[in-house]
């Protein structure tokens, strides 16, 4: 079953850049979190800071990313847009899953290991502490931007495409 009624399909859209925006914006601005965290403080301000990046994480990125995948599913069964019917929702789907470990492993794992780190061995700033997590969150908002880039930009097929 295709879902055709104009005014679903729209809701449905909106509803997906919203989500998405949020899923990006609330990337983004961990990032400069991190980055305050990492440069600007000293090591009070880095352990009242950094805790709250996987408090973000859960309250905030994860159910914007599950709420937009959820919407991807619906485009593919229920529109014409599909899974790998065209090249640029199947390279969607697999950034998509390259976040999950850079997600979980990566930007939250990473801060856990960090704050570890400092804790047991005093605070240093900087790449020293915080390069494999700022690595980490680099490349979600770099892959999510990429996203969004992608679907701006659809990339047309040799075929004519009415989507």
């Known amino acids: 079953m295709k879902l055709k009624n ?5 809701f449905l859209r909106a509803f997906h850049m919203v989500a998405a925006g949020i899923w990006f914006g609330g990337v983004v601005s961990i990032a400069a979190l991190a980055y305050i965290c990492f440069f600007c403080a000293d090591e009070a301000g880095f352990m009242a800071l950094a805790p709250n990046i996987p408090v973000l994480y859960s309250l905030c990125i994860m159910p914007a990313a599950v709420l937009t995948a959820s919407q991807g599913v619906v485009y593919g069964f229920f529109t014409g847009w599909g899974f790998i019917r065209h090249k640029w929702v199947l390279a969607k789907w697999i950034l998509t899953l390259a976040l999950i470990p850079l997600t979980g ?5 990473q801060m856990f290991l960090a704050i570890e780190k400092v804790e047991r ?3 240093q700033g900087g790449f020293a502490d915080g390069g494999a997590a700022l690595l980490s969150i680099g490349l979600q ?11 701006v930009y659809k990339p047309k097929n040799s075929k004519n495409r009415k989507n």
């Open 6 to 10: 104009a005014g679903v399909l729209k």
């Open 105 to 109: 492993i990566g930007g939250i794992g």
């Open 121 to 123: 061995h005093g605070f």
């Open 141 to 151: 908002v770099l892959i999510l931007l990429s996203m969004v880039v992608i679907s």
